[in-house]
């Protein structure tokens, strides 16, 4: 990402930020702005509709967020670069358009964006076989809930493809609690789809020990772990839907 924004020296995607709110102000404006016909409009090969407004004679919204925290839900890796990008530039150039990054901001007041699981493949390793025996992948995903802390699980067993629900304790979200008590050390042993077929697949035909299920949690449960000063696992969040990479692109020349 630090080599491609060498070359580019643009933002070619923004960060998706997600705070509390509300915040009327930047509300009001956004409602002004969509009376009016979007400036750009696509539609996605998922079947997402993207359309983007611009607003005019806003001024300068910063102050009205001066007091809100932002939780970044998707973008770690490209705030972490940019971060280093801005020092490489300060260091050359001095202050730039480098000490900004594009952002993509939702209030979660307004909106309570869906955070969409993602579900975890055991790739090696002695899974564990607790939980209840249920029929197959559409059983196991009616079962599994965030608030009663629910999970999936399915293995291979005497040649049989095996399902089963399983529930812990603690605290949601349930992605957290997973780790904490079940793939506490298996983390490099871990990859990730956000296909809960695809990682049954790799299961079935034995390139996995293990698919793990999770269900959706919201933003504010991720929001408060972050408040407690806690930290969550790899690849914990799925913020859907996203803008579309490239209807903004940002210069830093």
Partial sequence: RLLLMRAVRANLSPIYAVFSGPCRQLGRSLDDACERPPVAAMTDESGVEHRMWILVDAGDIAPWLADESLLIADGHHRYTMALRYR???????????WDRVM??????????????????MLMRGTPLTDGSLVRD?????????????R??????????????????????PLVRVLHQHVLDES??????THDPIEAEEAVRDGRAVAAYFL???????????????????????????KPR?????????
């Fill in 187 to 192: 983390d490099e042993a871990l990859e990730f």
């Fill in 137 to 149: 992948l559409e059983e196991v995903l009616a079962q599994v809930d965030d608030d009663e802390l």
């Fill in 215 to 241: 269900p959706p949690t919201t933003a504010e449960r991720i929001r408060s772990v972050i408040d407690r000063g806690e930290r969550l696992p790899q690849k914990s969040t799925f913020f859907w839907p």
């Fill in 87 to 97: 020092d490489e530039m300060r260091s050359d150039h001095g202050p730039g358009p």
């Fill in 151 to 172: 999970y999936g699980v399915a293995t291979r067993e005497y040649g049989a493809l095996v399902h089963r629900v399983a529930q812990l304790t603690g605290e949601p």
């Fill in 103 to 120: 952002t993509f901001i939702v209030d979660a007041a307004e909106e309570d964006p869906p955070v969409l699981p993602i579900h975890r």
């Fill in 245 to 253: 990479t490239g209807m903004i692109i940002r210069p830093l020349d």
